[in-house]
């Protein structure tokens, strides 16, 4: 187990959240995600790390899997000219995560508050929500309500609710 996973469910429990882990070959998209959807009986979420154009500031976007992402909707709603993908470096740097593992638990490890986190208004009427812990080689199902007053409230992020 890797460094940074070992430290994400240190955290879990210090916060008394129950989850269930799946252990899984690497997992890249969201369509390589369907065998496991199955397995836990709903979709796992879309996690997109953005930036604005130059690079300047960033964002950590939590959907609907099945949704597709608009970057005008967004960009608009988030008072951002225009919305890119973020690099690899950035995310390492801020989150601690690699492409095909990014995750809202990689903000337990933005210390310096660099990177906002937006969910879609569709994810906070799910009662469960599943995501990768920082690896993309392992998937946890927490109660939607412990991410949202448990673990963002720990890492001292605000929640920007968007439309997708």
Not at 4 to 12: A, D, F, M, R, S
Not at 63 to 74: D, I, L, R, S, Y
Not at 94 to 106: E, Q
Not at 128 to 143: L, S
Request: proline share 5%; aromatic share 10%; glycine share 4%.
């Amino acid at each position: 187990m890797q460094e940074i996973e070992q430290k994400v469910y240190q955290i879990l429990q210090q916060l008394n959240i129950c989850y269930i882990k799946y252990d899984h070959e690497p997992l890249y998209t969201i369509e390589g995600a369907k065998a496991l959807d199955e397995k836990m009986g709903f979709p796992i979420c879309k996690n997109l790390f953005l930036s604005a154009k130059h690079q300047t500031e960033f964002y950590l976007l939590f959907m609907e899997g099945q949704k597709k992402f608009h970057t005008a909707k967004v960009s608009k709603q988030v008072g951002t000219p225009r919305m890119t993908f973020a690099g690899e470096e950035p995310m390492w740097e801020y989150l601690k995560i690699r492409p095909g593992a990014v995750s809202p638990l990689g903000l337990l490890f933005d210390t310096e508050k660099k990177v906002h986190f937006l969910i879609d208004e569709g994810v906070l009427s799910m009662e469960k929500v599943a995501m990768h812990p920082c690896v993309n080689t392992a998937t946890i199902v927490m109660d939607t309500k412990d991410l949202l007053e448990k673990v963002l409230p720990y890492c001292q992020h605000e929640i920007k609710v968007v439309s997708i």
